[in-house]
């Protein structure tokens, strides 16, 4: 049976801090692979202007095209609507039998307002990434006693901070893989 963890974001862009987390789990929780799932429209952020779709998923592509367990899904672009999590994982639960969902700590805090969260319980092992910074959060619901939390590696970076630095014509070598940040550049994305 293969272990999958799928791991959703915005990704706009995707970072060394998304990959070197991903890489963690994948060796914590034993997984076979690990798949990027970019979202069309985050339903926690409805309001944010995101990048083009496709940029994003071609950044996603470039950033883990060298990691053979790492894998990359268009099922919520292919939708071009708001992403729900349950509606992905019930359609990639046709293809495998055991899923990770990886999350992190700040989406658990939240994770009651999710669509059908006791849902996604049933379906998947929810794993939640807890960095050190967020270890004062003491915010629990019933969800915090199901999840399985996993400490991992934080890297203080963000995909908003990676934006403002091309924006003011600032290297972001070591924040993304370097053919991320060639595509980037070339594309003139974030100015």
């Not at 805090?109 to 004062?136: A, C, H, Q, Y």
Request: net charge positive; charged share 25%.
């Amino acid at each position: 049976m293969e272990r999958v963890g799928i791991f959703g974001g915005t990704f706009d862009p995707i970072h060394i801090g998304h990959l070197i987390t991903a890489q963690s789990l994948l060796e914590i929780r034993k997984l076979d692979k690990i798949i990027f799932i970019p979202c069309f429209i985050s339903p926690h952020k409805l309001l944010t202007q995101n990048s083009d779709p496709q940029h994003r998923l071609e950044i996603v592509k470039l950033s883990i095209q060298y990691q053979k367990q790492f894998a990359c899904s268009e099922i919520e672009l292919n939708r071009k609507d708001v992403s729900f999590t349950i509606d992905t994982v019930r359609e990639l639960k046709k293809q495998y039998d055991y899923i990770d969902l990886i999350i992190g700590f700040d989406n658990l805090i939240v994770f009651d307002t999710w669509k059908e969260p006791d849902e996604l319980f049933k379906l998947t092992n929810v794993v939640v990434m807890k960095r050190i910074i967020d270890k004062g959060i003491e915010y629990k619901h019933q969800y915090y006693e199901m999840a399985t939390i996993i400490k991992t590696p934080y890297v203080e970076l963000s995909s908003s901070y990676i934006r403002k630095r091309v924006r003011h014509n600032l290297h972001i070598d070591f924040m993304v893989t370097h053919a991320a940040k060639k595509y980037i550049l070339q594309n003139n994305l974030y100015r």
